[in-house]
């Protein structure tokens, strides 16, 4: 079984990049939200290409130091959160996992103690 199985059907899109920019896995979700875009055909290409400045230089900056990248969007009336972060096996930076999900407009707040 493979070990990303788990992420082939659940409601978030992941879409993963080697640390040149490469793309080596998107979800279904991930293969639905990019459709326009080539959805699954775009796994070996490089997301560089498709970001525009800042975000290119905030992907290379992630790449470079290990930061994590998050924001909420809007789009078609939909509110979203975009978690980017890099992946690291052995301390070493090897991509950027991106992880999108919608949100409500509207949505509770807890502070925990």
């Not at 059907?9 to 990019?34: L, P, R, W």
């Amino acid at each position: 079984r493979d070990e990303m199985d788990w992420l082939k059907d659940i409601n978030a899109a992941v879409t993963i990049c080697d640390k040149q920019g490469i793309i080596v896995y998107m979800n279904e979700k991930s293969e639905q939200v990019f459709k326009d875009d080539g959805g699954k055909n775009l796994i070996g290409s490089n997301l560089f290409g498709c970001h525009p400045e800042p975000a290119l230089t905030k992907l290379k900056e992630m790449l470079a130091d290990g930061s994590t990248n998050v924001y909420t969007i809007e789009k078609n009336g939909k509110k979203k959160i975009i978690y980017q972060t890099p992946w690291v096996n052995e301390n070493v930076i090897e991509g950027i996992v991106e992880i999108s999900f919608d949100i409500p407009n509207e949505m509770p707040h807890f502070i925990r103690k």
